[in-house]
């Protein structure tokens, strides 16, 4: 599940903005950035296997993940600074030229025999920093090309594109893992280049852009400051990265179980194309969910909907059953991820746009990055059950929470956002 660090409030959105095309910039943009959302897919999914070829522990794989997103998150907040200090453009081109080099290197080093655990944490580590004070720099940048009223238009296309590239990503990468264990990796590195060449010819104003003169902690301070207040936000944080923890806790443990059992990368990214076709379908409706249904009804029903498909998944881990589960678990991310984004969106001034990002997706997305190692704990510790279970746990918290709490279920479709106090 994306989560809502990315994300804002979309008031007004009506019936005809989604017909109308979007701009020439943010196809630029997209395109940059699906680049890099599937040399992201490769990634994710070749090094905590390669790491699990390597040594044969799961524990140790699920630690090269857990790496990468924890120093993910460690540098959201610094990162968010830099994305609101400088040229947002640059800092794209800067993120796509380290993780290019990166993983390009790690490819030499698994083609030449040399790969080993302390070069793919290492790996993993540089990657990771690199996501954290750059990454974020692409999803800031669209605030400044996207209207606040076309932001839903925008994030269905973006989940839709995600879906489609974790379709390809995880075949892809397994299938090249059989092939020549640097390969999926090499793709990577190559994809990540090439969105420095994409993002090139888009140009837009620096509004956004605070003034380089004022110090780090003042940026830091005046963004605490204004999201302090706004409760509300703070809840949606909690039970998104909640749900992130779930859902990566899932994934994880069924991949690694089903690595385990075939010894096939390739069965293991079906795993995850099984998800993405979920994910691509659910797009298709996802405008008009977003449009018709209570953002404040639309969270738990979603919630519900996970939690269901999840406990399937981990009863029946493997076999046709399994590929059905995940087909329709995550049938109603599109929809409910635009909702998140878009009450976020407008609600959050644009030169603030990557401290506040970074500030709430260090709680979205921060939970999900213990995930990995948690679970990979768990599963050689105890067996897939217990793994499953401690898994499953946070999402079923997130379930309650969110059917009984009022500044959740308050929350109104798009065109009443503006009449709610964020």
Same mark, same amino acid.
């Given at each position: 599940?994306?989560?809502?660090?990315?994300?804002?409030?979309?008031?007004?959105?009506?019936?005809?903005?989604?017909?109308?095309?979007?701009?020439?910039?943010?196809?630029?943009?997209?395109?940059?950035?699906?680049?890099?959302?599937? +040399?992201?897919?490769?990634?994710?999914? /070749?090094?905590?296997?390669?790491?699990?070829?390597?040594?044969?522990?799961?524990?140790?794989?699920?630690?090269?993940?857990?790496?990468?997103?924890?120093?993910?998150?460690?540098?959201?907040?610094?990162?968010?600074?830099?994305?609101?200090?400088?040229?947002?453009?640059?800092?794209?081109?800067?993120?796509?030229?380290?993780?290019?080099?990166?993983?390009?290197?790690?490819?030499?080093?698994?083609?030449?025999?040399?790969? /080993?655990?302390?070069?793919?944490?290492?790996?993993?580590?540089?990657?990771?920093?690199?996501?954290?004070?750059?990454?974020?720099?692409?999803?800031?940048?669209?605030?400044?090309?996207?209207?606040?009223?076309?932001?839903?238009?925008?994030?269905t296309l973006n989940e839709g594109r995600d879906a489609a590239l974790r379709l390809?990503?995880?075949?892809?990468?397994?299938?090249?893992?059989?092939?020549?264990?640097?390969?999926?990796? +090499?793709?990577?590195?190559?994809?990540?280049?090439?969105?420095?060449?994409?993002?090139?010819?888009?140009? /837009?104003?620096?509004?956004?852009?605070?003034?380089?003169?004022?110090g780090a902690w003042s940026l830091f301070v005046e963004a605490a400051r204004w999201?302090?207040?706004?409760?509300?936000?703070?809840?949606? +944080?909690?039970?998104?990265?909640?749900?992130?923890?779930?859902?990566?806790?899932?994934?994880?443990?069924?991949?690694?179980?089903?690595?385990?059992?075939?010894?096939?990368?390739?069965?293991?990214?079906?795993?995850?194309?099984?998800?993405?076709?979920?994910?691509?379908?659910?797009?298709?409706?996802?405008?008009? =969910?977003?449009?018709?249904?209570?953002?404040?009804?639309?969270?738990?029903?979603?919630?519900?909907?996970?939690?269901?498909?999840?406990?399937?998944?981990?009863?029946?881990?493997?076999?046709?059953?399994?590929?059905?589960?995940?087909?329709?678990?995550?049938?109603?991310?599109?929809?409910?991820?635009?909702?998140?984004?878009?009450?976020?969106?407008?609600?959050?001034?644009?030169?603030?746009?990557?401290?506040?990002?970074?500030?709430?997706?260090?709680?979205?997305?921060?939970?999900?990055?213990?995930?990995?190692?948690?679970?990979? =704990?768990?599963?050689?510790?105890?067996?897939?059950?217990?793994?499953?279970?401690?898994?499953?746990?946070?999402?079923?918290?997130?379930?309650?929470?969110?059917?009984?709490?009022?500044?959740? /279920?308050?929350?109104?479709?798009?065109?009443?956002?503006a009449d709610l106090e964020f």
């Amino acid at each position: 599940m994306r989560d809502a660090s990315d994300a804002e409030q979309a008031p007004g959105t009506g019936a005809e903005a989604p017909r109308r095309p979007l701009s020439s910039a943010y196809r630029w943009w997209l395109a940059s950035d699906s680049s890099v959302a599937a +040399a992201a897919g490769l990634r994710e999914f /070749t090094l905590p296997l390669l790491a699990l070829l390597v040594t044969g522990s799961a524990a140790q794989a699920g630690l090269v993940g857990t790496v990468q997103a924890v120093l993910t998150q460690v540098c959201l907040i610094p990162g968010g600074l830099l994305i609101d200090r400088f040229d947002r453009r640059r800092l794209i081109m800067l993120h796509g030229v380290v993780q290019a080099g990166t993983l390009l290197a790690l490819a030499a080093l698994a083609w030449s025999g040399q790969l /080993t655990l302390a070069l793919l944490v290492a790996g993993a580590a540089l990657v990771g920093t690199a996501s954290g004070c750059l990454g974020e720099a692409s999803d800031a940048l669209l605030r400044s090309i996207v209207p606040v009223e076309r932001y839903p238009q925008a994030i269905t296309l973006n989940e839709g594109r995600d879906a489609a590239l974790r379709l390809a990503s995880a075949p892809v990468g397994g299938l090249l893992m059989g092939l020549a264990s640097g390969a999926s990796l +090499a793709l990577a590195g190559a994809l990540n280049a090439l969105s420095v060449v994409l993002i090139q010819p888009l140009r /837009t104003h620096r509004a956004a852009v605070t003034d380089g003169a004022r110090g780090a902690w003042s940026l830091f301070v005046e963004a605490a400051r204004w999201l302090r207040p706004r409760r509300r936000a703070h809840l949606l +944080a909690l039970l998104v990265g909640a749900v992130n923890f779930s859902v990566s806790g899932v994934m994880t443990t069924t991949q690694f179980t089903v690595f385990a059992r075939t010894g096939q990368a390739l069965d293991a990214g079906l795993i995850t194309t099984a998800a993405g076709v979920s994910v691509v379908v659910g797009a298709l409706v996802a405008g008009l =969910v977003v449009s018709r249904v209570r953002t404040g009804v639309l969270i738990p029903v979603t919630f519900a909907w996970l939690a269901l498909g999840m406990t399937g998944v981990a009863l029946f881990p493997s076999g046709p059953p399994l590929v059905v589960l995940l087909m329709l678990t995550f049938l109603g991310v599109p929809a409910v991820n635009a909702g998140l984004a878009g009450f976020f969106f407008g609600a959050t001034p644009e030169a603030m746009q990557g401290r506040v990002q970074a500030l709430v997706g260090t709680v979205t997305v921060g939970f999900g990055a213990l995930a990995p190692v948690i679970v990979g =704990v768990a599963l050689q510790a105890f067996g897939t059950s217990v793994a499953y279970a401690i898994a499953l746990g946070p999402v079923v918290v997130a379930l309650i929470v969110s059917c009984l709490a009022r500044p959740i /279920t308050e929350i109104p479709r798009p065109d009443r956002w503006a009449d709610l106090e964020f």
